[in-house]
């Protein structure tokens, strides 16, 4: 967003700098206008035809003042610039108001975080095979987390595929008392296990953690908009927080 309204502002800027030197001032500002608003719409419609048409404004607006519109005075830099400026705005409108359309984070599907020395890598709409092999590659070291967000809902799954995993899911992001932690065994405080969650490592009950034959079939019923229980029961509500890793 920032770059992009840096190029909008730097373009402008430069599309003057251009304009001013062979024309007056009420010549640029008309135009910068007229560019700047057609690439604009251009940009907010955002099909081929939109590219299409950007197209024909590059090329056919200076043709147009020299050999249509006699006596139309026009400066080829600034013409393009406003251009480039135009589009770039529309495209950032167009994104906006897809980003506000009920249901386009849905159609996008599921998106797959995961972190390597603390440098995240994402993935859309993953397979549950695609998953699964981040989910066993947890070394609790290097690479300690694994979250897949579907609109509201997510899972993370921390810690040593080795040793111990931790799974957090959610139905609801927003309310904190639909997270749960999917249960292992008896939860007893004084059988601990130290579990990598993010950049951290704590001790946590024993009963918490799940082996990854145990926690793959939890993750595979999230990515199926299912739920399913642990093997000794699920613990829900705002205290599983508490336990709740944080991120990079």
């Known amino acids: 967003m920032v770059g992009n309204i840096a190029l909008i502002a730097f373009a402008i800027a430069v599309a003057f700098f251009f304009g001013l030197q062979p024309l007056t001032l009420p010549v640029v500002l ?33 043709l147009a003042a020299r050999f249509v519109l006699v006596g139309a005075q026009l400066s080829v830099q600034t013409w393009y610039m406003s251009l480039i400026a135009g589009w770039t705005l529309g495209s950032l409108i167009r994104r906006s108001v897809d980003r506000d359309l009920p249901g386009h984070d849905a159609a996008a599907g ?64 927003t309310d904190d008392e639909r997270w749960e932690i999917p249960l292992g065994g008896p939860v007893d405080a004084t059988d601990v296990i130290e579990i990598a969650m993010s950049n951290a ?43 709740r890793p944080s991120l990079p």
């Open 30 to 62: 008309a135009n910068v206008l007229i560019a700047f608003t057609l690439a604009g719409l251009l940009g907010f419609l955002g099909s081929g035809w939109a590219i299409a048409g950007l197209a024909v404004a590059f090329f056919g607006g200076p």
């Open 110 to 173: 599921p998106l797959l975080q995961w972190w390597i020395r603390g440098r995240r890598y994402v993935l859309r709409a993953p397979t549950v095979a695609q998953v699964e092999a981040k989910i066993r590659a947890l070394d609790g070291r290097e690479r300690t987390v694994v979250i897949v967000m579907d609109g509201a809902r997510q899972i993370n799954v921390c810690g040593d595929a080795a040793r111990a995993l931790i799974v957090f899911r959610t139905a609801d992001v």
């Open 201 to 243: 490592s704590a001790p946590v009950a024993r009963g918490l953690t799940l082996d990854v034959a145990s926690a793959m079939p939890i993750v595979a019923a999230f990515l199926a908009r299912k739920e399913i229980e642990g093997v000794a029961g699920t613990w829900r509500g705002a205290e599983v927080l508490t336990v």
